[in-house]
């Protein structure tokens, strides 16, 4: 099992960008893929981006594309997510969770941690 806690969530303008941070508990965490999540309030959360246990191999949802990037470090047990040319469109909790491979489905994944809040302003 694996513990995760999101932070660095914020109020930011239109354009600029933010970086999250999850912090994982133990020594379990490279043995799980990982995965970025958001929920905007009234709708169904939606996957952001994922990335495998060696942080070789990253996926995106079409809306954040070139816009985020998903990275991990497994000697901190750390998960980032940097948000760049953020729109109000990405205000929502972020969630980071951890599964057994990356996937683009909620359902793929065993664990989540609180989620930070995230605004863009327009």
């Known amino acids: 099992q694996v513990q995760l806690a999101e932070s660095g969530g914020g109020l930011v303008q239109a354009g600029g960008s933010r970086r999250l941070s999850c912090a994982a508990s133990g020594r379990t965490f490279r043995y799980y893929a990982m995965g970025w999540f958001r929920q905007a309030p009234g709708k169904e959360r939606e996957f952001v981006a994922s990335v495998s246990l060696s942080g070789s191999s990253t996926y995106y949802a079409d809306s954040v594309k070139g816009r985020f990037t998903i990275s991990r470090d497994n000697v901190k047990n750390q998960v980032y997510l940097q948000m ?39």
């Open 84 to 122: 760049n040319s953020l729109k109000p469109e990405d205000t929502a909790v972020y969630y980071c969770a951890a599964g057994p491979g990356p996937s683009d489905s909620s359902l793929g994944y065993d664990y989540w941690g609180q989620g930070t809040q995230v605004t863009v302003s327009s």
